[in-house]
């Protein structure tokens, strides 16, 4: 991944990374989502595994995954679909996901199955930075890139720990509470980007702009034409903001 920051730098340009739970709203969707979300002008995509507590994440993203475990999606299926749209696109694919799927599918499996199926990074949001040295040691030294969590909370010593540790990219929670969707922007950082003009505004100061509850209730609820139309804003807001 490191190589599409380095090229979105020299063209004075910032990331697109737009998050969608594998398998909602429905499974067979989701390779084309994908690839839709990269024609629209994603640079990274995250790819969520569906867990049955997803904590973190607020009611959008969480009936996500609730409908994806519905329709039966695993960890199996998850990497097949990564396999097919690496095959297809090569925009890399971050694997998001909780730790328990990873330890129930093994660990060591998980990262080797990951890269053959042209994975190129996983974000765990449960795992700190030297909770399982390890566990972190299985996940980081198999090819898949380990993007590592901070937070507005997080010291600035502990900060210093992370970013040493960070593979791919530094994921900035930009609130305290779950993830989701906010009609306001601080004067910092978006708590939870939802709109181009939000988008527009974190592009000013970040390397790249996440979006994920957004589109996963656009795509949810309107569809992947309505998907398209808000990615491609997302991705004009944020070009605006970086110029």
Request: no cysteine; hydrophobic share 45%.
């Amino acid at each position: 991944m490191g190589a599409v920051f380095r090229r979105l730098d020299q063209d004075h340009k910032r990331a697109f990374i737009p998050y969608i739970t594998a398998g909602d709203p429905a499974p067979e969707m989701t390779v084309d989502v994908m690839e839709m979300l990269v024609d629209a002008g994603a640079d990274v995509l995250e790819l969520g595994i569906p867990f049955s507590d997803p904590l973190a994440d607020g009611p959008t993203i969480q009936a996500a995954a609730w409908r994806a475990l519905g329709h039966g999606v695993d960890v199996e299926r998850v990497l097949a679909w990564t396999r097919e749209f690496a095959s297809r696109r090569d925009a890399p694919v971050v694997l998001f996901s909780y730790l328990n799927p990873i330890l129930r599918y093994g660990p060591e499996r998980f990262v080797r199955d990951a890269r053959e199926a042209g994975a190129a990074g996983l974000l765990l949001t449960d795992l700190p930075v030297g909770e399982d040295a390890e566990l972190e040691a299985a996940l980081s030294s198999g090819g898949l890139e380990l993007v590592r969590l901070v937070a507005p909370t997080t010291p600035a010593d502990r900060l210093a720990g992370i970013l040493q540790a960070a593979q791919g990219f530094v994921y900035y929670i930009s609130r305290t509470g779950v993830t989701g969707e906010r009609d306001q922007l601080r004067l910092s950082l978006a708590e939870g980007i939802s709109s181009p003009e939000q988008a527009q505004a974190v592009a000013s100061v970040a390397d790249g702009v996440v979006v994920g509850s957004a589109l996963v209730r656009t795509l949810a609820e309107e569809g992947i034409d309505a998907t398209r139309r808000l990615a491609g804003a997302l991705r004009a807001a944020i070009d605006e903001g970086a110029a």
